[in-house]
C-alpha cells in the first residue's frame, strides 16, 4: 500500500483528505506543521507529499527545499487562490504539482495519482511519446504532426522534448528556459513564449486553440496527457 504524508494546519480540511485518501486506498501519515512534516518524511518514507504553503512557523515554502535537500519525493502543494507566485515558486522549488484552495477533494486524489504516474512513468527510459496526432521520436528527434514530418529548431525540440518526457506536468517559464539553455533569468522568460508560439504553429491543427501544449495560466505551460487530446467521441 502506498503511503502518502498531508502536511495541512488545518484539521478539518487534513480529516477531509485522509478520509478520500484512504478511501482511494492509500496509508495516509498527518503532519499539522512543517516541522513534523519534515521528521515525518524523513522517518517514514511516504511515497508522495500534499503540503500546505500557508503553514504556521516553517513556510511551505521552505519545507520544499528542505525536503528536496533529502529525497525525490512527489509534492503535491495546496495553495489559496489567486496566489500564482506561490505556486511559480513551489513549482520552480520542485513541487510536481498544485491545487487551488477551496479545492475538490476528488481532483486532489486525482492529481495525487497522477503524479505517482509521472513518477513511475519517468523511472522509465522514454525514447517516443504520442499524443494524438502527435508523434514525437526522442532518440531519432523526428517530429510528426497529423503523419506529416515537422522541421523543428533545437530549441524548439528540447522545449517539446521537455514537455513530452512528462506528460501532463505543469512547467514554468523559468524551468523551460532551464531545461533548453542551462539557465534561467527572468528577464528572458518571456522568449519561451515565442518559442511556445512557434512550436504551436508547426504542430497544432488550429494553433489559436493548441490542443497539444497547454497554457497554465499565469504558471506556464504542459503537454496534454495522452488520450486528453483526442477528438471527442474518437
Ligand atoms: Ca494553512
Redesign the pocket.
Known sequence: MRTILVV???PQIAALVRDYLEHAGFAVLLAGDGESGLAAAHAQRPDAVIL?L??PAIDGLDVIRALRRGSPVPIVVLTARGDESDRVAGLELGADDYVVKPFSPKELVARVRAVLRRVEAAARPTDRVVVGDLDVDLGRHRVTAGGRVVTLTPTEFELLATLVREPGRVFTRGQLLDAVHGFSLETYERAIDGHVKNLRRKLEPDPGAPRYIRTVHGVGYALAEPGAAREPGA
Open positions: 495541512e494546519d488545518e500546505d500557508g503553514l
